[in-house]
């Protein structure tokens, strides 16, 4: 079955360079994204990747994925405080209609 | 371009009383899901409908059903309420039931009392 998992805080200082950590153990998944949910408001899609790419860059996100260990990454460079929020990884199956299964999300929080 | 609209964005209702809340999916978008996502936790599949019909479901009981209209909105109802059905509930809408994204509403926060 489909399970994902992160870990449920992190804390960094301004400027610094964020990653959030995600692993899945679904070996067919076709799609693994990133979410991000701001205080009060819905979920916000961020990036995604195929599960046959193993890097993918968009500005100052870079997603990294290491289907050996089911594991994907979130790197947020120069990180700033507007990005505080819960992220979401999440990771789609054919087999399952493509209905993406989430984690419980990871808090991230920027401080100066 | 219009995104996920969802209304009402508060709701309160008592125990046993029935809801419904409303979608509206992203312009170009035929295919709605409905989540719960529980304080602290991620969004839980409820059903998705595609074609006004409903093609996959969750692990939900069903005091939750739904509806798909011509137009692609959607309106998801619970009947009998319970103090555990207090959660954010979140539509999101895609393509075909294809492995694009689902982009996401903001959500009705439901509170039973």
């Known amino acids: 079955g489909e399970d994902v998992e992160q870990s449920l805080f992190l804390s960094v200082r301004e400027g610094d360079s964020s990653v959030i950590n995600c692993t899945y153990t679904?070996?067919?998944?076709?799609?693994l994204y990133w979410y991000k949910q701001e205080p009060g408001a819905g979920l916000q899609l961020l990036t995604y990747i195929f599960s046959n790419m193993d890097m993918k860059q968009d500005q100052r996100l870079t997603v990294l994925l290491n289907k050996k260990d089911k594991h994907l990454s979130l790197r947020i460079a120069d990180t700033q405080t507007g990005d505080s929020a819960i992220y979401f990884c999440?990771?789609?199956?054919?087999?399952?209609?493509?209905?993406?299964?989430f984690g419980r999300g990871t808090s991230l929080i920027v401080h100066p | 371009d219009a995104g996920v609209t969802q209304s009402p964005t508060h709701l309160i209702k008592t125990r046993g009383q029935q809801v419904t809340l409303r979608c509206s999916p992203k312009?170009?978008?035929?295919?709605v899901s409905w989540y719960q996502q529980a304080l602290g936790q991620g969004p839980q599949f409820i059903f998705q409908?595609?074609?006004?019909?409903?093609?996959q479901r969750g692990n939900f009981p069903d005091r939750f059903s739904g509806h798909q209209f011509p137009n692609y909105s959607s309106e998801l109802n619970v009947n009998a309420l319970l103090l555990g059905d207090s959660a954010l509930y979140l539509c999101?809408?895609?393509?075909?039931?294809?492995?694009?994204?689902?982009?996401f509403g903001d959500g009705t926060r439901l509170s039973i009392l």
């Open positions: 999440a990771e789609s199956i054919k087999g399952g209609s493509y209905i993406p299964t």
């Open positions: 312009s170009g978008h035929d295919t």
């Open positions: 679904d070996s067919s998944s076709t799609y």
């Open positions: 409908y595609y074609e006004e019909e409903e093609r």
């Open positions: 999101a809408s895609s393509f075909r039931q294809s492995a694009q994204p689902q982009h």
